[in-house]
């Protein structure tokens, strides 16, 4: 039992080490085949009209990804979303504002264990801080992988959709 003990206490003090150390960086890319949502939305429809890709980083290493399109309305689709975004960057550089008002995350992974948890957690603070952003809203898949993460890390069900499901996270 003594040893079982040494062995969770060494995982647990590896992984708030982990925690720690890691920081929110903006990438100007990512590797999209590693993303297991949405692996056919290349750099340029990830970088393009107001989206942007944020990672966690620790020593060196990208930790977990999380991608966004800024936007005035909650898409429904991903086609939806290209038209948002669009949309609202327009508005921006006509009215000389910030883009959007709504942070939408399409997609979300990790490659390493509380990756996932860290970035939403990272990302809200960010989004909290920022004088434009008022809302946190995601585009997820219909899976259950995605509501329980969702739910699992503090967002409430906004709206189920014919492809896709919405959660948002209180700012």
Not at 2 to 25: P, R, S
Not at 76 to 103: C, F, P, Y
Request: proline share 2%.
């Amino acid at each position: 039992m003594k040893k079982f003990n040494l062995k969770v206490k060494e995982k647990l003090d590896n992984f708030f080490e982990w925690v720690k150390g890691a920081e929110l960086v903006e990438l100007k890319s990512c590797n999209s085949e590693e993303d297991p949502i949405r692996p056919e939305l290349d750099n340029s429809f990830r970088t393009s009209y107001g989206r942007k890709i944020f990672g966690v980083k620790y020593k060196k290493e990208i930790c977990a990804i999380m991608c966004f399109g800024f936007v005035n309305e909650i898409p429904k689709t991903i086609e939806e979303l290209d038209l948002m975004s669009k949309d609202a960057h327009l508005q921006s550089a006509l009215r000389d504002r910030n883009v959007g008002k709504i942070a939408i995350a399409y997609t979300v992974w990790s490659k390493k264990k509380g990756g996932g948890k860290l970035i939403v957690k990272e990302v809200f603070k960010k989004i909290k801080k920022s004088n434009h952003l008022n809302r946190l809203v995601t585009l997820s898949p219909l899976t259950d992988m995605a509501r329980n993460f969702h739910l699992r890390n503090g967002a409430f069900e906004l709206q189920v959709n014919k492809s896709s499901q919405n959660f948002e996270y209180k700012i």
